[in-house]
């Protein structure tokens, strides 16, 4: 389970009823929706919840620091309540479905000097691609 109604509170956010819905409609481990599904479960909590006002709240919480924009190909962005645990994605090529996944070792530290060009390298986005269980049965 994520943290993120704790940090939100942690941080003075006003917690007005939408943003609460949004927040916990996003709250929780591997957790990656698009806008549109953000969208469609709050409403299921609070019926008069706008379109505008989840994108609005997503692209607040973005700016925080608090949520990822999570683009692993050209499909909708998706939204990651993980923002402070360091952690890769692993997606279905066909279906599109997301994971957190916590390899072992050092991705930023793997990258040989020779490689870098002088750049200064202070993050590393490793993306895994397969196809989940559910697509291969099929």
């Keep these: 389970m994520s943290d993120l109604l704790e940090r939100l509170r942690g941080r003075g956010w006003r917690m007005t009823a939408q943003r609460r819905v949004v927040a916990e409609v996003l709250d929780g481990e591997h957790v990656h929706l698009t806008a549109d599904e953000v969208h469609a479960r709050a ?3 609070l019926p008069e919840i706008s379109r505008a006002t ?11 620091g608090e949520v990822l924009e999570v683009a692993t190909d ?4 998706r939204y990651d309540p993980n923002a402070h645990q360091p952690h890769h994605h692993l997606v279905c090529a066909q279906c599109g479905a997301i994971r957190d996944v916590h390899p072992i070792g050092n991705p930023l530290a793997d990258l040989p000097d ?4 002088g750049f200064t390298v202070s993050d590393v986005e490793v993306t895994y691609r397969g196809t989940c269980p559910n697509c291969a049965a099929a």
């Design 43 to 45: 409403v299921g909590r």
């Design 54 to 64: 989840v994108y609005n709240t997503l692209g607040e919480l973005v700016s925080l």
């Design 114 to 117: 020779s490689e870098r060009f």
């Design 74 to 77: 050209k499909r909708a962005k």
